[in-house]
């Protein structure tokens, strides 16, 4: 029997965050992808229940933040410290009331397979993603530079074979294509095991109908969160359970509630740890989200690194398949993410040990938003100043137009948001005195790119730029250059700086 043979610009292997928002990115970006997910059903436990706010700004920009908050919890937010649930609050961390001043989006708290489904209708609505779900990536292998695959439809074990010019592998943790490619993991791989059990019970009575982010409950070193609306929760403890422990009898010990009525759900033992691949592209092959990185939960940053990734990477794959990207575009995602993973990976460590040696801190390096907005790209497809590093350990996150960041967030008069502008092509930016900027970019040629007038009058301080100065942003939303004065060549500077943010 012959087996099919399908072709795709871009194989998906893994249909979790990281996957999932390669597809729809790829398709707002006008590319053909194949995503298969040996699973058949959603994810079999709540995993996350955090996406912050760069990944919900990702989110806003693709259309799908409104049906994410439509199915939000209504958590109070903040972490609360207690004995057990029936003890009083020994403390609490309280975020600041108010709107973000840096970012259109607050995070969202649902739990990652009810994020998923949403995440998976939006995929599926774009004819250029096709989703196949029960499809297991059995082998693969280089062939004239891109990927031949073969996989199996699980159901009739019936065999495809694929063949692509790149693949995205996204498939999780114990990636099969990272081990097959033979890149390494660094990092410590056993900051402690613990167990998670989901259960559903009626605690409103001990946290009422808004409960908070996290309840850490030191008696037991458990952290109880919060997962669905229908009375659904997870408990994490240190830990394997006792051989043979009913995991209804360890719950109500954690709680300190022993005439609990409850229902287990699920029970599932893991072990945190504090990796990054030694190398997140091997060829036509990119690692992402947790394939390329393992973070423990400290901050809960997995899902949204993710997200992150592929952010990175689809706007990259795109000007290339649409002929104003170089290869040299493509190599700038691991030199970008690489560091990426290991700051994260290596700030989550410690924050996790020491959420364990007793002080309970989550953060003492980088700040989450700093974690979650901050990092700097530095690659030759960025174009550096003299500026200096904008993202040092230990300090806030500060919003800054330094060449590698995140482009500021600034709410414009129409109540839309700088961030809304950033999508599928390069933003000029620039102040009304900016004119000469913008007949630059109306006659250069190259990738395309759109001109925007700030009116705001904060907006030169916030890009750090003169008001008659210009900045150029990627796609994926980080300053690719600036000129913070006018030049005397716009129109050449900014061919340049096109040429080289495209890899050319
Ligand atoms: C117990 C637990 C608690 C967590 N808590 C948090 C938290 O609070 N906050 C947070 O941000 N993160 C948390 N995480 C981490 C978070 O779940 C991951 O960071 C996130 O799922 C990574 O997304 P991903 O798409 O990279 O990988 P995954 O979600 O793991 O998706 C990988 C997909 O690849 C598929 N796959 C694998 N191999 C193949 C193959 N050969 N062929 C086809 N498909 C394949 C799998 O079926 C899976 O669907 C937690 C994780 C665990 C285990």
């Known amino acids: 029997m012959t087996s099919e043979l399908v072709e795709t610009p871009v194989l998906i292997v893994g249909g979790g965050p990281a996957g999932l928002t390669a597809s729809l990115l790829l398709s707002r970006h006008g590319v053909e992808s194949l995503l298969i997910d040996k699973r058949v059903t959603g994810s079999p436990l709540p995993r996350a229940r955090g996406v912050h706010s760069r990944a919900m700004e990702i989110l806003r920009v693709c259309g799908v933040e409104p049906d994410l908050r439509a199915v939000e919890l209504p958590i109070t937010p903040g972490a609360e410290w207690r004995v057990d649930l029936t003890g009083s609050p020994l403390r609490e ?13 607050e995070g969202l708290s ?16 774009y004819p250029a993603g096709r989703l196949r779900r029960g499809a297991l990536l059995e082998s693969f292998r280089t062939v004239d530079g891109g990927v031949l695959a073969t996989v199996t439809e699980q159901a009739s074990g019936r065999a495809t074979h694929v063949r692509a010019r790149w693949m995205i592998a996204a498939d999780g943790a114990r990636s099969g294509v990272r081990r097959q490619l033979g890149i390494a993991m660094n990092g410590p791989d056993d900051l402690g095991r613990q167990t998670m059990i989901a259960f559903r019970a009626d605690l409103t009575g001990r946290t009422g109908a808004r409960p908070r982010g996290i309840y850490f409950l030191t008696a037991t070193g458990a952290a109880l969160i919060w997962t669905h609306a229908d009375d659904r929760w997870v408990i994490s403890q240190p830990g394997p359970t006792a051989a043979g422990e009913d995991p209804a009898t360890v719950v109500r010990r954690v709680l300190g509630l022993p005439d609990l009525t409850l229902d287990v759900l699920a029970t599932n033992p893991w072990t945190a740890a504090a990796q990054s691949a030694a190398q997140f592209a ?60 290991r700051r994260n990976a290596d700030e989550t460590g410690i924050a996790w040990t020491r959420i364990f040696s007793g002080d309970g801190a989550p953060f003492r390096g980088r700040s989450l938003a700093q974690l979650d907005m901050g990092y700097q790209y530095t690659s030759p497809v960025i174009v550096g100043d003299a500026s200096p590093d904008a993202d040092p350990p230990g300090a ?22 700088t961030i809304d502008l950033f999508d599928r092509r390069f933003v000029l930016l620039t102040a009304e005195p900016g004119h000469a900027w913008r007949d630059a970019a109306a006659s250069c040629p190259g990738a395309p790119v759109d001109s925007h007038v700030v009116t705001e009058a904060q907006w030169p301080d916030l890009y750090g730029v ?30 340049t700086a096109l040429t080289t943010s495209t890899g050319g």
């Open 466 to 495: 003169a008001p008659d100065g210009a900045v150029l942003v990627r796609p994926d939303g980080h300053v690719a250059w600036r000129s913070v004065t006018p030049s005397t060549d716009p129109k050449a500077d900014l061919k």
């Open 110 to 125: 649902v739990s990652q397979d009810v994020f998923e489904s949403v995440l998976r209708d939006h995929a599926g609505g």
């Open 93 to 105: 961390d309280v975020p600041s009331a108010g709107r973000s001043p840096v970012s259109p989006c």
């Open 396 to 417: 806030d996150y500060h919003q800054s137009a330094t060449p590698g960041c995140r482009a500021p967030h600034l709410w414009l008069a129409d109540g839309s948001s």
């Open 282 to 341: 091997r060829g036509p092959v990119f690692l992402a989200g947790d394939a390329a990185h393992r973070f423990p939960p400290a901050g809960a940053t997995g899902v949204s690194a993710a997200m992150h990734d592929v952010h990175n990477l689809a706007w990259k794959i795109a000007a290339v398949v649409h002929g104003h990207g170089g290869e040299k575009l493509l190599d700038s995602y691991a030199t970008e993410r690489e560091p990426v993973g």
